[in-house]
């Protein structure tokens, strides 16, 4: 069996900010394909494709109004048709973002469930009377602010949508609607991807009765709409794994292919998507850093946590940073977001790195006639402004980065001069140099890649850890803080040879395991395999 995912990182791009070939200020596939080098030098082994299908761009293509179309801005089925085969030249594999919960508004779908009670396709989508008073028929909120009902003036109902009212969600307790969407999944497996990320997977069906959500006791004004209530009964539901049951029977006839989902949930919850074997994601998006305090003792814990809870035939996963999320260097600083770097890629199981991370793009501030993002837009008080982690990638000093010739549809950082692919690649010190290396490193080393996982130490500035197969042990020693720190490390370090390091001339570990530690320094070390595991 094939799980080249095992062994492989991934690599996150936000299409419209990749590169653009046809200079409209936004990124294209065009533009993908011309930037495979970078990808294939960077050392990934796939790249996962925000969506790329038409869409009136309410929720930048999480709005898809064909599923099986390229949007224009894009390009076309013939530049798909071409990257996905030089993506495959490359050596690398291609996996496209499958959005199940709801379509566009403009879907032909929902036009047609809209234009009456009676439409064949009414039941496709979530239809509800009003409630006795005639408001909406419960208190569920959108994601992006407000009721999540919308009412149809037309037709005397409201429909249901976790989004932007633009996105009304499907049905998916209805057959119809399971067999054509997963018909949508074949025809891309059979175009040749490798795989799928799921949008958010826990939201596909909800609760029969739609009962109220209980209100949540931890929220406050100036929290997201959203945290009013609990989620009980909106997301999460037991039937789900039946959906994504049959997602995975889909994927699996062919061979090689990875099912990823996106799911935000505490671990607990989120390891019920591996499923019976065979029958969840592969890889249920494992977000905890994304938001986890910057602290060693805080991060191991729940490490901990997440590989005592991933099943036996699970396979776990690390992601640091998306295109919902601040980008990991605005959240811990630059020198920090070295350290992150080596920590997503020493930890056990498939890392996803998400484009931009590599040169270390930080804060970004959006000027306000400038702010697409639809969220931001209907909540600007309470929510993160999602525009900020989708910035252009910066590849020369040209003029625009090098990403367009036009102004990019979102601003560049201030710093691009010396923030940029072009001039990280000529300073060994810089974090690109640094994220290809420990690429490389991971290449080499089994134990990286599919060694047991072991907390070595914890305190308030260093997290150390060992990775180990029968032949080989490494140890991966973290200074998070920006101070310097001493460490004793077991016997099986001491004296042990350093492998890597973020700053030049690590000193080894002592005979009896001391090893200090410089401010925002990694030090990866090869230890004595065999013994004291
Ligand atoms: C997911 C996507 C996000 C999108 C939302 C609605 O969370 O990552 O970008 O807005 O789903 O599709
Ligand atoms: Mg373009």
Request: net charge negative; hydrophobic share 35%; glycine share 8%.
């Given at each position: 069996m094939t799980r080249w995912w095992h062994d492989e990182a991934i690599y996150q791009i936000y299409p419209r900010s990749f590169q653009d070939s046809d200079g409209d200020g936004v990124g294209d596939l065009e533009g993908i394909r011309r930037r495979l080098p970078h990808i294939a030098e960077l050392g990934v082994g796939a790249i996962w494709l925000s969506p790329i299908f038409l869409s009136p761009m309410r929720d930048y293509g999480y709005d898809i109004a064909d599923y099986r179309a390229i949007d224009p801005l894009f390009g076309d089925m013939e530049d798909f048709d071409r990257l996905l085969e030089e993506t495959h030249a490359q050596g690398l594999k291609l996996l496209l973002d499958f959005v199940p919960n709801h379509t566009s508004d403009e879907h032909e779908w929902f036009k047609e469930s809209a234009k009456s009670r009676e439409n064949p396709r009414r039941d496709w989508y979530i239809w509800k009377d009003p409630a006795p008073d005639g408001g909406p028929p419960n208190n569920w909120q959108s994601n992006f602010g407000g009721s999540a009902w919308e009412w149809d003036e037309a037709t005397g109902q409201y429909y249901y949508h976790a989004f932007l009212k633009s996105q009304p969600d499907l049905n998916w307790r209805n057959p119809a609607v399971r067999s054509a969407m997963l018909d949508h999944l074949r025809f891309w497996l059979d175009k040749g991807v490798d795989g799928f990320r799921v949008d958010v997977i826990w939201h596909l069906i909800k609760d029969a009765q739609f009962r109220d959500n209980p209100p949540n006791p931890d929220w406050h004004p100036g929290r997201p709409d959203i945290d009013r209530y609990l989620q009980t009964h909106s997301a999460d539901?037991?039937?789900?794994?039946?959906?994504?049951?049959?997602?995975?029977?889909?994927?699996?006839?062919?061979?090689?292919?990875?099912?990823?989902?996106?799911?935000?949930?505490?671990?607990?919850?989120?390891?019920?998507?591996?499923?019976?074997?065979?029958?969840?994601?592969?890889?249920?998006?494992?977000?905890?850093?994304?938001?986890?305090?910057?602290?060693?003792?805080?991060?191991?814990?729940?490490?901990?946590?997440?590989?005592?809870?991933?099943?036996?035939?699970?396979?776990?996963?690390?992601?640091?940073?998306?295109?919902?999320?601040?980008?990991?260097?605005?959240?811990?600083?630059?020198?920090?977001?070295?350290?992150?770097?080596?920590?997503?890629?020493?930890?056990?199981?498939?890392?996803?790195?998400?484009?931009?991370?590599?040169?270390?793009?930080?804060?970004?501030?959006?000027?306000?006639?400038?702010?697409?993002?639809?969220?931001?837009?209907?909540?600007?008080?309470?929510?993160?402004?999602?525009?900020?982690?989708?910035?252009?990638?910066?590849?020369?000093?040209?003029?625009?980065?090098?990403?367009?010739?036009?102004?990019?549809?979102?601003?560049?950082?201030?710093?691009?001069?010396?923030?940029?692919?072009?001039?990280?690649?000529?300073?060994?010190?810089?974090?690109?140099?640094?994220?290809?290396?420990?690429?490389?490193?991971?290449?080499?080393?089994?134990?990286?890649?599919?060694?047991?996982?072991?907390?070595?130490?914890?305190?308030?500035?260093?997290?150390?850890?060992?990775?180990?197969?029968?032949?080989?042990?490494?140890?991966?020693?973290?200074?998070?803080?920006?101070?310097?720190?001493?460490?004793?490390?077991?016997?099986?370090?001491?004296?042990?040879?350093?492998?890597?390091?973020?700053?030049?001339?690590?000193?080894?570990?002592?005979?009896?395991?001391?090893?200090?530690?410089?401010?925002?320094d990694g030090i990866i070390l090869r230890g004595k395999a065999g013994e004291g595991s």
């Amino acid at each position: 069996m094939t799980r080249w995912w095992h062994d492989e990182a991934i690599y996150q791009i936000y299409p419209r900010s990749f590169q653009d070939s046809d200079g409209d200020g936004v990124g294209d596939l065009e533009g993908i394909r011309r930037r495979l080098p970078h990808i294939a030098e960077l050392g990934v082994g796939a790249i996962w494709l925000s969506p790329i299908f038409l869409s009136p761009m309410r929720d930048y293509g999480y709005d898809i109004a064909d599923y099986r179309a390229i949007d224009p801005l894009f390009g076309d089925m013939e530049d798909f048709d071409r990257l996905l085969e030089e993506t495959h030249a490359q050596g690398l594999k291609l996996l496209l973002d499958f959005v199940p919960n709801h379509t566009s508004d403009e879907h032909e779908w929902f036009k047609e469930s809209a234009k009456s009670r009676e439409n064949p396709r009414r039941d496709w989508y979530i239809w509800k009377d009003p409630a006795p008073d005639g408001g909406p028929p419960n208190n569920w909120q959108s994601n992006f602010g407000g009721s999540a009902w919308e009412w149809d003036e037309a037709t005397g109902q409201y429909y249901y949508h976790a989004f932007l009212k633009s996105q009304p969600d499907l049905n998916w307790r209805n057959p119809a609607v399971r067999s054509a969407m997963l018909d949508h999944l074949r025809f891309w497996l059979d175009k040749g991807v490798d795989g799928f990320r799921v949008d958010v997977i826990w939201h596909l069906i909800k609760d029969a009765q739609f009962r109220d959500n209980p209100p949540n006791p931890d929220w406050h004004p100036g929290r997201p709409d959203i945290d009013r209530y609990l989620q009980t009964h909106s997301a999460d539901q037991p039937e789900v794994h039946g959906v994504i049951a049959e997602m995975r029977a889909v994927i699996d006839a062919y061979p090689g292919r990875l099912l990823i989902g996106e799911i935000y949930l505490p671990i607990e919850r989120l390891v019920t998507y591996y499923g019976e074997a065979g029958e969840g994601v592969h890889l249920p998006f494992n977000f905890q850093l994304l938001s986890a305090a910057w602290e060693p003792q805080h991060l191991a814990a729940l490490i901990d946590e997440y590989e005592e809870a991933v099943p036996g035939h699970g396979w776990p996963n690390w992601v640091l940073s998306n295109h919902d999320q601040p980008r990991i260097a605005a959240r811990v600083g630059e020198a920090q977001a070295k350290v992150a770097a080596m920590l997503l890629l020493t930890l056990r199981g498939t890392p996803t790195l998400y484009y931009g991370d590599e040169i270390g793009i930080g804060q970004v501030e959006i000027p306000a006639d400038r702010i697409h993002d639809p969220w931001a837009k209907q909540e600007p008080d309470t929510s993160f402004n999602r525009d900020k982690a989708r910035t252009p990638m910066q590849w020369s000093e040209a003029e625009h980065a090098g990403f367009s010739t036009q102004e990019p549809w979102l601003p560049l950082t201030d710093d691009r001069a010396g923030r940029n692919v072009a001039a990280l690649a000529r300073d060994n010190s810089s974090i690109l140099c640094l994220y290809r290396a420990l690429l490389g490193l991971r290449r080499q080393e089994e134990a990286l890649r599919t060694g047991s996982y072991r907390l070595l130490c914890a305190d308030e500035s260093v997290l150390a850890y060992e990775r180990c197969t029968a032949e080989s042990r490494i140890g991966v020693v973290l200074n998070m803080t920006d101070r310097p720190a001493e460490i004793v490390l077991p016997d099986r370090f001491g004296g042990a040879e350093v492998l890597f390091g973020i700053l030049p001339g690590a000193d080894r570990p002592s005979g009896d395991g001391r090893l200090s530690v410089r401010p925002g320094d990694g030090i990866i070390l090869r230890g004595k395999a065999g013994e004291g595991s």
